[in-house]
DNA sequence: TGACTATGACTGACTAGTCAGTCATATATT
DNA sequence: AATATATGACTGACTAGTCAGTCATAGTCA
């Protein structure tokens, strides 16, 4: 009496259920492999957003298994535990930005324009988007999380600021940039950026911040006003 | 069950009134004010080192008495419960630091000296210390715990960019600044030192970051190279 | 083609453990 | 003694991780 092996259970429609709170109606999804993949990267999104919204420690799988319309052993098929499960998902959802960053724009017009162009960019696909929360959320678990810290200096940060440094060392030997030292902190150039993606999750409600135009007068900084064409 | 257990509002000890902070090691302490104060103090003390070593959910307030050398429920008698205990910690933590800052220093020299103070006082007090670890912490938690995003914004980032802006402004008035619209930005004057501060607890081990010399250079930036004089 | 079997993705009730908050008791102060 | 403080064992809510069992699909054979 005191078990009760699963019976009841569902009754039926597991199949074309799927009317779980996932909401979107999944694809058909013809073979299994597919199918698993697709319930792979439902998770993927869920724990994202979950742990997002609430950090590594508070967020439940519990959660992450509902929104993701997916059991909770259904996890532990795809990932070893939580933990693992965050440093993955941190892996998973870079490599594709790392991958669209290293295709470099054209390498056309002066360095201020390319520069405007690559910020332009980045404002718009990371600053209040879910990658910029990311980078909030990097900064917070960072130190818990030594793998993470680590893999995301490795493959972002020492990458942004080597192709950053290269750039100023452009501007410098065009002579559009006066400040020579600046090839030495790179950091100086992005600072303003990064500010804007933290400042935008905290403070919006406060004080939004025009991103677009405060990089613009930072870069007027460095390279002289513009001048009007 | 709908549980409605903490009611009790703050007992008592919040009128502990400061006193001889200086408080170590189980001094005999005479009164019993003066006893509770310094308990008072011990457990903001391992709260915040606690909080900030492992964030707000992951940090188990049994660590926090042992730190503080405390029962738990000792803790009870001063902070209603976890989440009011991180709230007011905060506020504990910064009030006395904004009081240090608004004591502003002799308006004497050029506006970048007294920037240049200002920033070297910055870099001191706050960067690498427990001090750059609470704004890690705000910015981590910052999302969570709206109400000290809300205190933090009003009672330490307004104020700054407010002061900032006065600055600038005074430095365009002298000619000592030629970017104009650097007054609509201030953000662009604090970014690298906010930016040392994070990178310094995420990134320091990768690549120390000269926070000092990296300022300057920031500086150089916004007045032109320094005449050494 | 249709029927029968094998596979393994998926499920969710369950277990073992954790931790915030309580309170009866003990200790110190007046 | 009376009162104010401090203690830490205890409780109950909560959750990471498990695993016996289910069932849609892939594979096999007649």
Avoid: C
């Amino acid at each position: 009496m005191t078990k009760k092996p699963t019976q009841a259970a569902l009754p039926t429609a597991t199949r074309a259920s799927a009317k779980g709170p996932a909401g979107s109606v999944e694809a058909p999804a013809s073979n299994r492999a597919t199918r698993a993949a697709e319930r792979r990267a439902a998770i993927v999104e869920a724990a994202m957003e979950e742990f997002i919204a609430r950090g590594f420690a508070a967020t439940r799988l519990d959660d992450i298994a509902k929104r993701a319309g997916v059991a909770k052993g259904t996890i532990y098929l795809h990932f070893k535990d939580k933990e693992s499960m965050f440093e993955e998902l941190v892996r998973i959802v870079i490599v594709p930005v790392v991958a669209r960053l290293t295709t470099l724009p054209p390498p056309a017009g002066s360095v201020r324009d390319l520069i405007e162009a690559f910020a332009g960019n980045f404002l718009k696909e990371v600053i209040g988007t879910k990658r910029g929360d990311l980078v909030r959320l990097i900064v917070a678990e960072g130190p818990r999380f030594p793998s993470v810290a680590d893999f995301y200096y490795r493959e972002v940060v020492s990458r942004g600021i080597a192709a950053m440094r290269a750039l100023i060392e452009l501007g410098i030997a065009r002579g559009e940039i006066r400040e020579k030292d600046l090839a030495r902190y790179p950091q100086i150039l992005v600072a303003p950026a990064m500010i804007a993606v933290i400042w935008q999750s905290l403070f919006a409600r406060h004080a939004p911040l025009d991103a677009q135009d405060m990089l613009r007068v930072h870069l007027d900084l460095i390279f002289g006003e513009r001048r009007t064409t």
